[in-house]
């Protein structure tokens, strides 16, 4: 059977040790690329995501590429499906500003391939009017989005803003890709 190839973009939130399990749970289906943003490698390290997924690990938009190919147009072509756990506030509001300064945000920006958020933050930034007119914008669009859930956040606060199960994040992976 054919394997889904998912580009995991990976931002710069204390939900980003999910998407280790978030690899564990789609690798034995699915073929997994990982785009991190800089600031996410400060949650978690590329070597991790590197083993877990066997593939590299991409940040750099203007390393020499060792194959004559540009990075952010080959892994866009290459993926699916391009998700994006833990979607920032930040990531959310560039992809809705057409801002493409980093290589994750370049790739959401040349993507014709389906795009799934998955946001998480603290819950005054959830609730802020930007960020969820930036996502009314981008669903308007036809982006996609995984709602977080009400739970307990990183800062011992209980509101909405925790990243939804890593199980609801696969299962509509699986949706996006017809692969129920
Ligand atoms: C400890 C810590 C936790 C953070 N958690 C989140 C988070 O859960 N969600 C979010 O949107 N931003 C969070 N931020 C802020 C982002 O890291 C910041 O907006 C950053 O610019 C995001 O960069 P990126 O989207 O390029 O990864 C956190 C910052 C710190 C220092």
Redesign the pocket.
């Known amino acids: 059977m054919r394997k889904g190839k998912i580009l995991l973009g990976?931002?710069?939130?204390?939900?980003a040790y999910k998407a280790a399990e978030l690899i564990e749970g789609l690798k034995r289906k699915n073929e997994i690329k990982v785009v991190?943003?800089?600031?996410?490698t400060?949650?978690i390290t590329p070597l991790t995501l590197q083993t877990l997924s066997g593939n590299p690990v991409y940040s750099e938009m203007f390393t020499l590429p060792k194959e004559w190919e540009i990075a952010h147009i080959s892994l866009a072509k290459w993926a699916d499906l391009l998700l994006v756990v833990?979607?920032?506030?930040?990531?959310?509001g560039?992809a809705a500003s057409g801002i493409a300064d980093?290589l994750?945000?370049t790739v959401i920006m040349a993507s014709t391939s389906p795009v799934l958020f998955a946001?998480?933050?603290?819950k005054n930034?959830w609730k802020n009017h930007i960020l969820q007119e930036n996502i009314k914008r981008l669903k308007k669009i036809g982006y996609h989005f995984i709602e977080p859930t009400r739970g307990i956040?990183?800062n011992g606060q209980v509101g909405i803003?925790h990243?939804a199960p890593v199980e609801t994040i696969i299962k509509e992976v699986k949706k996006r890709l017809n692969e129920t």
């Open positions: 990976v931002c710069g939130g204390i939900a991190m943003t800089n600031n996410s400060r949650f833990p979607a920032t506030a930040n990531i959310i560039k980093d994750l945000s946001p998480a933050m603290n930034m956040l990183a803003g990243l």
